[in-house]
């Protein structure tokens, strides 16, 4: 059974930085490209980093560029969302999210997510 | 950036009813779009990728067509387990993005 189990989401000062991880477990992790969703809370959907199953590959959402880094260790079957400066509009929960096996750009597997709150 | 705009935002509807959803991009985006459910508290589910090829697993009941611009979202009879929002979400280039989202309540 494919599971996603985020975690390190909580309440962080603006300006502050939190590291997301993501533990996969039930495929072969090592073969699928990876993202991180966010959705704050009550509004949609907000794709923002998306990473090649070797890391040769990375994108960014331009909300999120150049404070946001996305990693994994495949060893470890593991991603990471390292965020800093982060602002009261990077609250939300942050999902992430499994690029479909026949199809790349389609999420079908996501985790429970995790909440990020930066409030002072 | 490409803009998908569903509507409408909110839709009520009868179990047994036939249920249609509209998104549409800001440009032609070929049939590289997909379809989510969300219910309250839940991460989202794929429902539909390449407008109209059903994921494995998730009821014929659901059905999405369209191409370039105009996609909509069908589901023939609205069942109890469908009352959900619903996204659509194109792939056709980076970054991603999402429609606004459908909800559908019971009327």
């Known amino acids: 059974e494919v599971q996603l189990v985020e975690s390190g989401g909580g309440l962080v000062q603006p300006g502050g930085s939190l590291r997301l991880s993501c533990a996969a477990s039930?495929?072969?992790?090592?073969?699928?490209?990876m993202n991180w969703v966010r959705q704050a809370p009550g509004k949609g959907l907000e794709w923002v980093s998306y990473i090649s199953s070797s890391s040769s590959v990375k994108y960014y959402a331009d909300s999120v560029k150049g404070r946001f880094t996305i990693s994994r260790d495949n060893a470890e079957n593991s991603l990471y969302l390292q965020m800093n400066s982060l602002t009261a509009e990077d609250t939300a929960f942050y999902y992430c999210a499994r690029d479909h096996t026949m199809v790349r750009g389609v999420l079908d597997y996501w985790g429970q997510g995790t909440l990020v709150t930066v409030s002072s | 950036d490409i803009q998908m705009t569903q509507s409408p935002s909110t839709l009520s509807a009868s179990v047994g009813d036939r249920v249609t959803i509209t998104c549409r991009a800001s440009q032609t985006i070929s049939s590289w779009l997909a379809w989510y459910q969300q219910k309250p508290g839940k991460a989202p589910k794929v429902l539909i990728y390449k407008a109209s090829s059903l994921e494995s697993g998730v009821p014929s009941r659901f059905s999405g067509s369209g191409s370039g611009t105009e996609f909509t979202l069908t589901i023939s009879s609205l069942q109890p387990d469908d009352f959900a929002t619903y996204y659509c979400?194109?792939?056709?280039?980076?970054?991603?993005?999402f429609g606004q989202g459908t909800k559908v309540e019971i009327k």
């Open positions: 039930g495929f072969t992790f090592s073969s699928y490209s």
């Open positions: 979400q194109q792939y056709n280039n980076y970054p991603w993005t």
